[in-house]
């Protein structure tokens, strides 16, 4: 049962060390009472307290790696039902179906897609990140090929092994063995087999049942069985069912700590319709799946799927950033143009964008400004010509060109004057407000 903040409290040091990052135990206590804290912050604390308070520090969306390796996926440790209130930690898996009445050119064709799968925006390498083997056949032999195709093909990608059919489980799983792999499929008649196979591979059990309270009884009587790590599935397949029930398992796991529905929720998605299957998919990521299973990899799927995730999976109280450097655009030359801007990743990403478009290759040096856009940053002192100058001169690009003229943007013409004070010898040139007239400008220069 969770513990209320001052339960928490007694058991605490109360040297209010603030080792934990929190002015007293008291106000680390009530944090982890919220469970938006972890015991492991503070470092000392007794052995005998982190017995009791296992319990209460835990997630309540039970943590788990699925896959191995660099694309191995985290999924869980959610604390929160609104992302206003925390950021939600770790962001919905797209997992895509291969189903074994497939040829095996169709499967390599999907294997294909997926490897190729990876995209980078804003920074971040966004993937599909899994692939569903289904059992469409019912035949165990089938499906054991098509699990050697992909275990053949795409090892590094993780899998989830769909099938009720326990010898069908055992034969595919052994091909994933030190894959965490998923073994999905344990219902109300088959639990006991699909338990063991998951135990003695060390994998996560996917358990479908039909309804919540089939899905909590199922849950329960699977972790006496000694299996720890669950996706569940509670039948939904309707886009009002899947918000209702999903709902209600985070619900009842983060208000209530109920434990039997206090795992990753697994949604399958597959329509014979793209843009139904997008739309329900997106319905998936924005009300708490884990993992969501699609039949296809499509590029504009994927481009849409990808950015509602990234967007729900920020953390709304720090803005995106990306690294602050000098970036080359095309292949720079000597001669090549030098601008500057902020590190808010949006301003980065349209700027960076417009200078490709213009086809003049250039330097972009980019200013961290704690995330901020160019005006908001120089409003609130983190672009200054101060800064700007100490950056320009660290990063040592004047060795790697032929000029010295700095291009900065227009909206800060007011400091082009100042730079020029801190920076001898350099030429400071005001250039377009707007990142849609670099284009024209960087040509007109160019010419
Ligand atoms: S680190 Fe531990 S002892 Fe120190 S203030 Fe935090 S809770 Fe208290």
Not at 161 to 176: D, G, H, R, V
Not at 312 to 318: A, E, K, N, S
């Amino acid at each position: 049962m969770a513990l209320s903040g001052v339960e928490i409290f007694k058991m605490l040091p109360k040297t209010n060390c603030k080792k934990c990052g929190h002015p007293t135990c008291l106000a680390f206590a009530m944090k982890l009472a919220q469970r938006q804290a972890t015991l492991d912050s503070c470092p000392d604390v007794s052995e005998e307290a982190k017995k009791v308070l296992g319990e209460a520090s835990a997630p309540p969306v039970r943590p788990i790696t699925f896959g191995a390796g660099d694309l191995a996926v985290k999924m869980g440790e959610e604390t929160v039902l609104f992302r206003h209130d925390k950021k939600f930690v770790n962001p919905c898996a797209i997992a895509v179906e291969i189903k074994d009445t497939f040829s095996e050119a169709e499967a390599t064709k999907i294997i294909e897609q997926v490897l190729a799968s990876e995209i980078d925006r804003v920074g971040q390498k966004l993937r599909v990140d899994a692939i569903a083997l289904t059992n469409a056949s019912g035949d165990a032999g089938k499906f054991e090929a098509l699990a050697k195709i992909v275990a053949a093909k795409a090892s590094v990608v993780p899998t989830i092994i769909c099938t009720e059919n326990p010898q069908a489980a055992e034969a595919a799983a052994k091909l994933f063995a030190d894959k965490r792999a998923i073994i999905y499929g344990a219902n109300a008649s088959n639990a006991e087999a699909m338990a063991n196979i998951a135990k003695t591979n060390k994998m996560t059990l996917g358990v479908h049942a039909n309804g919540l309270e089939e899905l909590s009884a199922l849950t329960e009587k699977i972790k006496a069985l000694g299996v720890e790590d669950m996706v569940i599935d509670s039948g939904a397949r309707k886009a009002k069912d899947i918000i209702e029930h999903n709902t209600l398992i985070r619900r009842a796991a983060v208000k209530k700590n109920f434990k039997p529905l206090g795992y990753p929720v697994i949604n399958f998605m597959q329509r014979d319709d793209s843009l139904v299957e997008a739309l329900l998919a997106a319905v998936g990521i924005a009300k708490y799946s884990s993992i969501i299973v699609v039949n296809s990899v499509e590029k504009w799927k994927n481009l849409a799927l990808f950015t509602m995730r990234q967007n729900i999976y920020t953390d709304p109280q720090v803005p995106m950033q990306v690294e602050q450097k000098i970036y080359n655009i095309g292949e720079p030359k000597p001669e090549s143009p030098l601008m500057i801007t902020t590190n808010f990743s949006l301003t980065y990403f349209i700027v960076s964008g417009e200078i490709e478009n213009s086809k003049v290759a250039s330097r972009l040096a980019v200013m961290d400004s704690e995330g901020l856009s160019v005006l908001t940053a120089w409003a609130a002192g983190k672009f200054t010509a101060s800064k700007i100058a100490q950056f320009i001169t660290e990063s040592g690009i004047e060795k790697e060109m032929s000029h010295k003229e700095l291009i900065i943007p227009g909206y800060v013409a007011i400091l082009s004057g100042s730079i020029e004070d801190k920076l001898p010898g350099w030429k400071i040139t005001v250039g377009p407000r707007e990142a849609n007239a670099l284009p024209a400008f960087l040509k007109t220069r160019a010419a």
